[in-house]
């Protein structure tokens, strides 16, 4: 008879580092320890589990819907963290996927420190897509303020993926969420958010 098969062993956790490495220069704005992502075995009490299997994956999904903003970038971090916390933790490991509904509106990682960054973003998508009587566009029944809106909603994109590492968003230390409002009269923007992993 042939020797049953051995389940493969995990890799060791990978230490994955937060922030500027040590000696980077003075700053100050605050630095987030490192964290790590394991694939932990299966408890050896839990019945037929195999040895060195892993749990099994999970999902879940939240959708929120974001109060009309101002045109500009705002960062939105915590309006999603307080929407996914409890479902968040739950996750050793994953990915977060979050799917803006929206054609006039964008989202994006950046900066989360200095608004200045919000401020100059803006400026620079308002200096590259023309906009009013002049621009280009035929576009036009909805203002003249939306097929530009439309081309910065396809330049930074409707949808995030980020990991999840030990119940939390695996960021870099500087990066926040933001939402990129492209309208001059906003609406309620939707966002639904789809957590998977172990």
């Known amino acids: 008879m042939h020797a049953a098969a051995t389940a493969p062993a995990l890799a060791p956790p990978i230490l994955l580092p937060l922030g500027p490495p040590t000696g980077a220069g003075s700053s100050a ?10 694939l932990a075995a299966a408890s050896s009490a839990a019945p037929a589990a195999a040895p060195g299997s892993v749990a099994g994956p999970r999902w ?26 409890s479902d968040l933790s739950e996750f050793k490991c994953g990915l977060a996927h ?22 100059d973003t803006e400026t620079f998508l308002s200096r590259i897509v023309p906009e009013g009587p002049s621009a280009p566009w035929r576009h ?9 809106a439309h081309i910065k909603s396809s330049m930074f994109g409707c949808a995030l993926t980020i990991p999840i590492t ?4 695996n960021m870099g230390t500087w990066q926040g969420i933001w939402l990129c409002e492209h309208r001059d009269y906003a609406t309620p923007r939707t966002i639904v958010i789809t957590l998977s992993g172990i």
């Not at 879940?60 to 916390?85: D, E, F, L, S």
């Not at 036009?140 to 530009?148: L, N, R, V, Y």
């Open 140 to 148: 036009t029944i909805e203002g003249s303020d939306d097929m530009p």
């Open 166 to 169: 030990d119940g939390r968003l």
């Open 98 to 119: 979050l799917f803006l509904h929206h054609t006039s509106a964008s989202l994006t990682l950046n900066e989360n420190y200095d608004p200045d960054v919000q401020t």
């Open 60 to 85: 879940a999904q939240r959708t929120v819907v974001i109060p009309p903003q101002r045109r500009g970038c705002h960062i939105i971090t915590h309006k999603i963290m307080h929407a996914i916390r």
């Open 29 to 38: 704005r605050p630095r987030r320890a490192a964290v790590r992502c394991e």
